[in-house]
């Protein structure tokens, strides 16, 4: 009569042993996790460009690691990684240790992926948002001999010919950038992918595709060689660097807005601590006088906000574009 009594005291005593056991690794992982960001970064940083060389992710992000590298006393590396409209890419930082040491850095066409493909991982719970570094016009670019100098020259050519005016694409953004041109003024281009923004913008320059849509960052450096021209600016204010090219929407096609922004994300998991720190050190660098200048001449204001802030940003700008891509018919490649 004994014995239930006594194996009643047996399982209280082994369930508290239990509790004790997993209040001791809970406390023991927090410090671990808490020494682990004081010392952080302790080797060097991956930074994942989910593009080909050449593009506005590519130029921005390497602004940010060299400056990085600078501050923070461990180097960071840019490793482009592209491939399916930047899945590659995110992909492998979405698998990677969440310990702060594999980074993406992404643009507003990371965030048109749900819209047009199955993603193999959760654009918003399979990455965690750490700082927004700029924003930036968008532009529609030619080679200076097409008979077009501003967007409206192009509605009326496009017109002339449906579909033989064929525009390229070295990212899903351009790409929505050309479809929500057509859709908003009926003009039928026909719309050519490239593997990056680098080389769609050498067969525009070659003549062997009539126009293309590319950050300004890109394109800024050929149009003032001459090797390109720009057509229009798709933000609602005019750029300063190209004060007499008109905005899309003052040349006819009221409602087009469509600017770029840059940003750094980890993988879900990464400690408050570390995403804070990468934030703190990301908006330092973005106030230096040096890095505002050099981004600004690329085309590009730097943006220092707090990881919510561009966790909201980047949340929003998906549901956005999947409005988009269902208004216009954007499908997958």
Known sequence: MTTIPNMTRCARF????????????????????????????????????????????????????????????????????????????????????????????IS????????????????????????????????????????????????????????????????????????????????????????????SMVDVMGGRVEVGFGSLVQTLPHARSGKLKVLGVSTQKRSPLLPDVPTIAESGVPGYDDGIWWGVLGPAGMPAAIVNRLNSEIGAILKDPDMVRRLEGQGAEPVVAPPEAFAKLYASQIAKWARVAKEAGIRSE
Do not use: C
Request: no cysteine; charged share 15%.
């Open 14 to 105: 082994g369930a508290a042993r239990i509790a004790a056991a997993i209040a001791l690794a809970l406390f023991a992982a927090a410090h671990a996790t808490t020494a682990s960001a004081q010392t952080y970064p302790s080797r060097q940083i991956r930074l994942i460009v989910p593009s080909p060389p050449g593009g506005s992710n590519d130029i921005v992000s390497r602004l940010l690691a060299q400056k990085m590298s600078e501050r923070i006393g461990q180097p960071m590396i840019v490793e482009n990684r592209p491939g399916g409209d930047n899945v590659i890419g995110g992909e492998l930082v979405v698998r990677s240790a969440p310990d702060g040491y594999t980074l993406l850095f």
């Open 108 to 199: 507003t066409g990371f965030s048109m992926l749900p819209a047009t493909r199955k993603v193999p991982f959760d654009p918003i719970k399979s990455l965690i948002p750490i700082a927004q570094v700029g924003y930036g016009p968008n532009v529609i670019f030619a080679a200076p001999d097409l008979p077009a100098n501003n967007a409206q020259d192009l509605i009326a050519l496009a017109k002339v010919k449906p579909g033989a005016i064929r525009f390229a694409w070295g990212g899903l953004h351009n790409r929505f950038s050309g479809e929500l041109f057509n859709s908003l003024t009926g003009a039928k281009m026909t719309h050519v992918p490239y593997k990056g923004g680098g080389p």
